[in-house]
């Protein structure tokens, strides 16, 4: 394939990761978000992706809470959700940009967040029993997660961090990224 020809393939690619980014992230909103369906498109087209793969590599934890905090909050100003719907919006687009995708830097692998709904905080009710000698880590855990039951109750970042590091010990004691801890996520089981 030509230079010209490669360069194509991976815009037609591109293109077509972020329609199906942006049709994910809007049909993860059927269920209880204000905002449904087409109208999340003209919002979801405004979040700053390019300035996120432009953070030079490797991609920190800060620098992605950064841009991440910044986007969360447009998004819920410009789309009138919470900001609990606004991070799951978010998060669906990175799930299929960056975790399926493989756009930007890898180094996002290990920062991107899981989209946050009440089946992934079951899963880890699930998994983190309080009973035994972890009871009271999983303690910590499942009170962390808890505050993202529900979704639209997470009216601030700093609510929606709380929920992210008992994610984080959650990954930390499963072994897996954050993004991974959603392979305790209960829908379709």
Not at 14 to 39: H, L, P
Not at 141 to 153: A, Q, V
Request: proline content about 3%.
């Amino acid at each position: 394939m030509s230079t010209t020809g490669a360069a194509l393939a991976s815009e037609s690619r591109d293109n077509i990761v972020a329609k199906f980014a942006r049709w994910a992230a809007a049909s993860a909103a059927r269920q209880g978000c204000k905002v449904r369906g087409r109208k999340w498109y003209k919002h979801l087209d405004e979040v700053a992706l390019d300035d996120l793969f432009a953070i030079p590599p490797p991609v920190s934890d800060g620098a992605f809470r950064e841009w991440h905090e910044r986007e969360v909050k447009k998004l819920a100003f410009r789309a009138s959700v919470e900001i609990g719907w606004a991070a799951k919006m978010i998060n669906m687009l990175l799930k299929v940009h960056v975790y399926i995708g493989h756009r930007g830097d890898s180094s996002l692998l290990a920062v991107i967040h899981p989209p946050i709904d009440n089946l992934l905080v079951k899963g880890i009710e699930r998994e983190f029993s309080l009973k035994g000698q972890s009871a009271d880590v999983n303690q910590e855990i499942r009170s962390l997660c808890k505050l993202g039951k529900t979704i639209s109750g997470i009216a601030n970042y700093d609510q929606y961090s709380s929920l992210i590091e008992g994610l984080r010990l959650a990954s930390e004691r499963r072994k897996c990224t954050l993004f991974e801890i959603e392979r305790l996520w209960t829908g379709g089981v």
